[in-house]
DNA sequence: ATTTTTATGTGTTTAATTTACACAACAAAA
DNA sequence: TTTTGTTGTGTAAATTAAACACATAAAAAT
């Protein structure tokens, strides 16, 4: 919203919008959901807390935004803090607002979520030892509102996961077909058909398929595949088209 | 975001996170994209500021958000300040945060949409005299990003109307095939066939036909039709039906 | 050397959904 | 009674989604 130069008395229905005092000034926090996939299942980054309110209870990670920065380079900061990572997809959530959620001081928080890949980008890159990736369904309870906040980053994956190729943002640049599978499995949270999934995925043709092997889950090996990012813009850009698993 | 009793020096990255500082308190302010639709075509509702910065300009009404309210409590509130109206349809869109989005002062901003039938809900409920529906691809220039704004609301309504039964609160209580078609083909901005839309919304089974015709159009008249929104609720609940065109 | 084990890789048939498409009926106005 | 503009209706073809089973590779065990 747009703000008048000095606050002023409402005059008129127009400027009574546009009236504010100093105490309307709130404190804005951003909250990450971090979701993490390790090749199987996947995961949220939660720490523990060390400092009052609810000291002791686990919670996402999060920070204030601070004077000179806008929300998405809060959330980079906020990430890059914890996890030295950078370059990482992330997507603003939505705003949670309710007036008592943080019962210390009236804050507003933005809720973002991130995807990374959890074996490329090591544990040891984690700056607090109170930190702990939680499979999905054993994440604890936790502070305020944040267990709303992960419950709506989920269904938001899984909208994004069927609608653009996002999921490879969670696997490593060189991963098989089942990996790709378990990890929309554990997105979808539900089995899906092993023909069917890779005829779908082949015939979105945006993949490419190595001479390589991983050879570490099965005798037989499996081959590897990697994401054609630039074959996928180009296909954007000039067919239109849109990828829809 | 958690906040510690008191600002403190970080002592650790946890701790670093959660320290803040007076001045990062920030105004929260809430812009309205209201959709309206007039049995033909889609339209918002813009106001010509009359206070600076950019007075005389036009823009979307806001207002900014109050200690003792949450965000949607204040997008109802400018909304209902505005046109008068309560019990509308509204959803959060998204948090606008350039640093210099307004040249006057800090203000982060939280988008709302609102859907409105302009027909039902007349022009006489609105409380400023600036204020006028526009066509959508008639929109003028608006200050800061709210044509950004707009752009995102539109393609938000195109995939809320796509599959969820949001476009009813568009239309008055009764409706022709005919107003309904010409909604979902103003949101989506194309045409659609007209047989293979009744036959799609017939097949899902939420509307009731009316014995009643609607004469103001053509000299046959066209059959009126309600949403039965119980019926709609109903099938949600019990079938875990989903609403998609 | 042979057998066992375990995950990989591959196609076809059927069902369901989506798309394309045209004309008669109505009733007021001319 | 003819003209006009809009409503209302069904089917065939094409596309997409769903169901479904077995041979292969290669290491490990016998």
């Known amino acids: 919203m747009e703000i008048p130069k000095e606050a002023k008395v ?5 400027s ?8 309307d000034q709130v404190l804005l926090a951003v909250d990450c959901i971090i979701f993490g996939f390790d090749k199987t299942n996947l995961k949220i980054l939660l720490i523990k807390r060390n400092f009052e309110p609810e000291k002791g209870k686990w919670s996402l990670i999060g920070g204030f935004l601070k004077k000179n920065e806008n929300l998405d380079q809060a959330a980079i900061r906020v990430l890059n803090t914890l996890t030295g990572l950078s370059d990482i997809y992330m997507e603003q959530l939505y705003t949670y607002s309710k007036v008592d959620r943080d019962p210390g001081q009236r ?3 933005v809720a973002y979520f991130a995807l990374i890949d959890v ?13 702990r ?20 980053a989920i269904s938001r994956l899984q909208r994004r996961a069927m609608t653009m190729p996002i999921g490879f943002e969670l696997l490593p640049e060189k991963f098989t077909m089942r990996q790709l599978q378990n990890l929309y499995e554990s997105i979808l949270d539900k089995k ?4 069917n999934f890779i005829n779908k995925i082949n015939s979105l043709d945006v993949l490419v398929k190595l001479d390589e092997k991983d050879m570490t889950v099965s005798r037989k090996g499996a081959y590897l595949y990697v994401f054609d990012k630039e074959k996928y813009e180009k296909k954007v850009e000039e067919d239109g088209f849109s990828f829809k698993l």
Do not use: V
């Open 10 to 14: 409402a005059k008129d229905i127009n």
């Open 16 to 23: 009574q919008l546009n009236f504010y005092q100093k105490e």
């Open 107 to 109: 804050t507003i928080s």
């Open 119 to 131: 074996d490329s980008h090591q544990f040891d890159g984690i700056q607090i030892d109170s930190a």
């Open 133 to 152: 990736w939680f499979d999905l369904d054993e994440a604890p309870e936790l502070i305020f509102d944040h267990n709303e906040m992960i419950r709506k």
């Open 192 to 195: 899906l058909d092993k023909r």
